[in-house]
């Protein structure tokens, strides 16, 4: 099974996808028709969410096995500690390793219910990512990926602190980091840059997602946890009740960002796609990333 740093080693640019569990039949089918679609794309990888407080575990194994099992894609599976013994942990780990999965995105995970409550550990659980990430490393051949926060955690009291835990998640085995949603590339490059300040070489790569309505813009300012620059908000809110105008100016926003990510240096670009593949094929295209492997 190719690992996602190998898939990063190419002398091209390349991306890859993020889909989350389906809620239902209906849900999977649109999923399963996404997947099909952008596999001919043959991007880097493919990760499927665990869901907030790791509610859709069961959703999440059965589609990770599936793309490892069904479709030529490099699978990344995420596992997070919320709610989990060891025990469980090593459980989940197991069946990933049986069903050909050897990336694995470890991440502590949300409180369920309130993503910004407080954290309790599971009484036989662990308390943060890095321990994680010595649980996988420790248990085989895994790639482990781990997430990173280009404004800071919400729990981080400021970027210095944040930088030092991210680099302790490397420290404990991490091969790369995922940047959670940002607005601008300089937010990202200075994330990149702080990682590098502190003498760590691993991979950071940003995450995308296509500003093709209202709703994915809202959803990216809250996943971002930072207010949106008013320069992208004079450009988009005055479309948010044309559809049409709303996602052609929203695809040229992105592709910006792309392009100048690219333009920096950038080896891959982490698209997630709301399940959906139609957006993510128009950027690819754009800036240049398909096929993905030469």
Not at 33 to 52: C, F, H, K, M, N
Not at 212 to 230: M, N, Q, V
């Amino acid at each position: 099974m190719t690992s996602v740093i190998e898939r990063m080693r190419g002398e091209r640019p390349v991306f890859s996808i993020e889909f989350f569990p389906p809620r239902d039949e209906t849900d999977e089918a649109v999923m399963w028709r996404a997947i099909r679609d952008l596999e001919q794309l043959d991007p880097a990888y493919v990760s499927i969410t665990y869901g907030a407080g790791g509610t859709s575990r069961d959703g999440t194994i059965r589609s990770i096995a599936r793309v490892a099992t069904e479709t030529t894609l490099v699978p990344m599976a995420h596992l997070t500690a919320v709610d989990h013994s060891v025990a469980e942990l090593r459980n989940v780990i197991g069946w990933y390793a049986a069903v050909g999965v050897r990336n694995i995105l470890a991440l502590r995970g949300d409180p369920p219910g309130d993503p910004y409550g407080e954290w309790a550990r599971h009484p036989e659980g662990l308390g943060y990512a890095e321990e994680l990430v010595a649980l996988i490393r420790s248990l085989g051949d895994f790639c482990v990926g781990v997430s990173a926060f280009p404004y800071g955690h919400p729990r981080s009291p400021d970027l210095a602190t944040d930088t030092k835990h991210l680099v302790r998640k490397f420290n404990a085995g991490a091969d790369f980091g995922i940047a959670q949603l940002f607005f601008e590339a300089d937010d990202f490059l200075r994330l990149r840059d702080r990682v590098a300040a502190t003498g760590c070489d691993a991979l950071v790569l940003p995450g995308i997602m296509p500003l093709t309505t209202p709703r994915t813009l809202a959803k990216t300012i809250e996943l971002s946890g930072a207010k949106a620059p008013s320069a992208l908000l004079d450009r988009l809110e005055p479309l948010k009740d044309d559809p049409k105008a709303f996602r052609a100016e929203g695809l040229d926003v992105v592709t910006e960002l792309g392009q100048r990510l690219l333009d920096e240096g950038v080896p891959s670009l982490h698209f997630y796609t709301f399940n959906r593949s139609k957006a993510t094929r128009d950027l690819v295209g754009r800036l240049g990333l398909v096929p993905a492997r030469a």
